[in-house]
């Protein structure tokens, strides 16, 4: 009887996962770091530039920091590490292309790359929301999963993934050109926060008055979303409300562990100190909030039909 063919597939990021080092190290994940360029100066995330560095020099940084792409060159060295450690398939998946041209470049450097298969992800999602997919495809594929199973297994999370996110400060918005300074002196006037969603590559926002309200509301959107599978927490320089967050969480999906990590510098520049993401893969999709109430309510509607006398089974269908 001949051999089985072992495959060893490589989860192959980039430094936006906002995945904890343990965690990119024990599933061996390899991570390209993006650019962060801040005050005139160019640096490798979480390589020249630690997050806790990043943070301290940001109220300072005059202008903004910016992020760039790795090049094409850094992901074929990349894939050339994974081949050279024996992997004979890659899953390169990436930030949104809504938000990056990351994966733009990874397609572009895995169509040049011809020693093995890559398959290059769209992940729809950013910080711990790719994250986490990247982590699903990483146990599958140390577990001996083929290129396509590791790809199909991601790729039917993806719609299951959420990342959700309360701003402390618009500043960071503002100085960054994507809130006038009149919206900005409005909504700091009336003590607005903004909450920020993102699933399979869509973006939403909410506004919410007060701190508090906000948090809350954070926490409504978790319990709205049904049963998670996996969970991050991700902060930008706030450990202290990330624990606090971790301890809520935990009541709503106690049978999850949530991983804990600092937001990358590119997402960080944008939305200021004190922010707090929760990302999440749930165990199904569940019904829109609205959609959920309604059925209750047609339910509702149908029981009390069956008791008025006269109505024939057929007109308690139509009349429900």
């Not at 936006?16 to 360029?37: H, K, M, R």
């Not at 969480?249 to 049978?255: A, D, E, F, K, V």
């Not at 959609?291 to 009349?319: C, M, T, Y």
Request: aromatic share 4%; with cysteine; charged share 20%.
């Amino acid at each position: 009887m001949p051999l089985k063919f072992m495959e060893k597939i490589i989860i192959v990021t980039d430094s936006t996962c906002d995945l904890p080092e343990a965690d990119v190290i024990s599933n061996n994940i390899y991570v390209i770091p993006c650019y962060i360029n801040m005050n005139g100066q160019s640096f490798l995330d979480g390589v020249e530039l630690s997050r806790e560095e990043f943070f301290q020099q940001l109220p300072a940084s005059n202008p903004l920091p910016t992020t760039s792409a790795p090049g094409m060159g850094t992901f074929i060295e990349t894939y050339q590490r994974a081949v050279d450690a024996g992997a004979t398939g890659i899953i390169s998946i990436h930030i949104s292309q809504s938000l990056s041209n990351i994966a733009n470049v990874a397609q572009i450097a895995a169509d040049n790359f011809t020693t093995i298969p890559v398959k290059v992800i769209d992940s729809g999602q950013l910080s711990m929301g790719l994250g986490l997919l990247a982590l699903v495809g990483a146990k599958l594929a140390n577990d001996g999963a083929d290129l396509d199973t590791v790809a199909n297994a991601i790729l039917e999370k993806k719609p299951l993934t959420n990342a959700f996110a309360k701003l402390d400060t618009l500043e960071y918005l503002r100085r960054g050109g994507r809130l006038s300074a009149a919206q900005h002196g409005i909504v700091s006037l009336l003590d607005i926060k903004p909450i920020t969603k993102m699933n399979n590559g869509n973006s939403g926002l909410e506004m919410v008055r007060t701190r508090r309200k906000a948090y809350q509301r954070l926490l409504e959107i978790a319990k709205e979303l049904g049963p998670a599978e996996m969970v991050g927490i991700i902060h930008a320089n706030a450990p202290e409300l990330a624990d606090h967050v971790k301890n809520d969480i935990q009541l709503i999906w106690p049978n999850v562990t949530p991983l804990i990590s600092m937001v990358t510098p590119a997402i960080g520049a944008h939305v200021g100190p004190g922010t707090v993401c929760i990302a999440s893969i749930q165990e199904y999709i569940q019904k829109p909030l609205l959609e959920s109430r309604l059925d209750q309510i047609k339910n509702r509607v149908k029981e009390a039909v069956a008791h008025i006398p006269g109505f024939s089974s057929n007109e308690k269908e139509s009349n429900s």
